[in-house]
């Protein structure tokens, strides 16, 4: 858990408080660029553990919380500490947009979701609005939610699929799907381009496909991309 050493609430009235967590520093670092003055970031966090850790230390108004995650994902953090603390509201922020992660951490607790390539302005307005007890989500990604609840995405399935994978190669893969060069993977996710080459190896052998091709149709047809 990394505490802050310049944070100070905002000129202007705005001192609303944010625990960031994701696993990832140099993201933590560009949204903390992003996020300016705006709010005040009281810790961040890598893990499940340093997450919770620190909601039970800073109590903060939102939390900026990342769906993948050593340790269990975003919504294990949820399940344990989301109905201690209701008056902490989470913000999931993913590179993410599958169905299934949209639904687990909804279910889980959070109060939105975001995909990583909101804008700053947009970022702040999402964080306000969740403090302020609104739902926020990135466009498309608000049907998801209305689909499980109508009950036309089967999410148990996708999960029981998806169990196979670890959550680093479930990022790898849609990325993949998605047309993603390796050194594209491998920038997005801040990893080297050996390491995406390992992950896509792993994914197709688990899964038993034999190509991208093959991967990209069985991605589109449990509707992860």
């Known amino acids: 858990m990394t505490t802050p050493t310049g944070g100070t609430s905002a000129a202007g009235g705005h001192d609303l ?14 949204v903390r660029s992003e ?17 919770i850790a620190a909601v039970e230390t800073y109590r903060p108004d939102v939390v900026l919380l990342d769906v993948h995650l050593p340790g269990g994902g975003g919504a294990e953090v949820l399940r344990r500490v989301a109905t201690r603390h209701p008056e902490t509201k989470f913000l999931a922020l993913s590179v993410s947009d599958a169905a299934e992660d949209v639904i687990g951490v909804i279910r889980a607790g959070a109060r939105g979701y975001v995909t990583k390539n909101i804008t700053g302005d947009e970022l702040i307005d999402a964080i306000r609005r969740v403090a302020g007890g609104d739902a926020v989500f990135s466009p498309r990604l608000a049907g998801f939610v209305l689909d499980a609840f109508a009950g036309t995405i089967e999410v148990a399935q996708v999960d029981s699929d998806l169990d196979r994978l670890t959550e680093r190669e479930r990022e790898v893969m849609r990325l993949i799907a998605r047309g993603y060069a390796y050194k594209e993977v ?15 190896s792993s994914v197709l052998r688990k899964l038993q496909l034999s190509s991208r091709h093959e991967l990209t149709r069985w991605a589109n047809d449990r509707r992860l991309i």
């Not at 994701?22 to 993201?27: C, G, L, S, V």
């Not at 996020?35 to 997450?51: H, P, W």
């Not at 491998?186 to 896509?200: C, D, G, N």
């Open 17 to 30: 408080t944010v625990l960031l967590v994701d696993d990832h520093a140099m993201f933590r670092t560009g």
């Open 35 to 51: 996020l300016g003055s705006a709010v005040r970031i009281v810790a961040e966090a890598g893990d499940v553990d340093e997450a």
């Open 186 to 200: 491998a920038k997005e996710l801040f990893i080297s381009v050996k390491t995406v080459e390992t992950h896509v």
